[in-house]
């Protein structure tokens, strides 16, 4: 059994750990065989909340509804990821790691251990299998399920079938986690794709980040904030390449001047358009014209 944290509960928290023998006896069962709950835990304002493991052989699984904190995966290469709400972390045995709760926004958490040996298809289904968190939102149905799971054990305590039942609900869970991230990234998908479309129909004017931010129906510093996060690169920069784009083929097919087709692709001033085609194209527009 991986190590607990002994880690003073705040007011409002809970960490239940069920007996080992009786985890033991549900895995020896067929439902249970593949897939056991071995702790379940809720964390209010965890301030000081911190733990090291440097050998671990269950599967940890952490839901964060708010605030802040950090998970370090300490194998080599060491790699630390910044956690906020809505995240979902789920490190798998034999990894060392520590993670800490925020000092300034501590966070509130859901958790759970799991001895289970069919985990990893599921893990690699909710996307963690190279990157041990994603963001899947603060989603009602993911805390109404872990609160179901959680009074199950506070109202009966543990006994083979109510463990047994915790078992099967938390592998239910995620599962609904793994169809919840999947509607994101279906959702995240259309967002971009519509918003590329947006940028070519109105290629040949000057858009301000704001006006792109509401056509995607999110604050400028969300817009910014995710685009990035899903494409890697800024909105403006893939705009501007749409428009260097165009460029070109106006360069190849028209006989108009740089002037003129600079000021067709909302560009007004000349030195920054050939400053911005030759970031992206590494020559100037003019070379380009002439290779």
Known sequence: ??????????????????????????????????????LLCYYHEAWGHSMIRTTHDEHLVVYVLRGKGQLCLTNEPEVTYELGAGDLWWVPPNIPHHYRSSETTPWTVYGTHLRANDAEALRHLLGLGEKPVRNIGVRTELIDSFEAILMGIRQNGFSFSTLLLASMRMRALLTVAYVLAAQNQESDQLMIENLHAFMRLNIHRRVPLEEMAEQCHLSKYHFIRKYKKLTGRTPMQKFQQMKVEAACQLLDKSHDSISRIADSLGFQDNLYFSRVFTSVMGVSPSRFRTK
């Open 1 to 38: 059994m991986s190590e607990t944290s002994e880690w003073p509960l705040p007011e409002g928290s809970y960490r239940l750990v069920a007996p080992p023998g009786l985890c033991q006896d549900v895995q020896g069962h067929p439902l249970g065989q593949h897939f056991v709950v071995s």
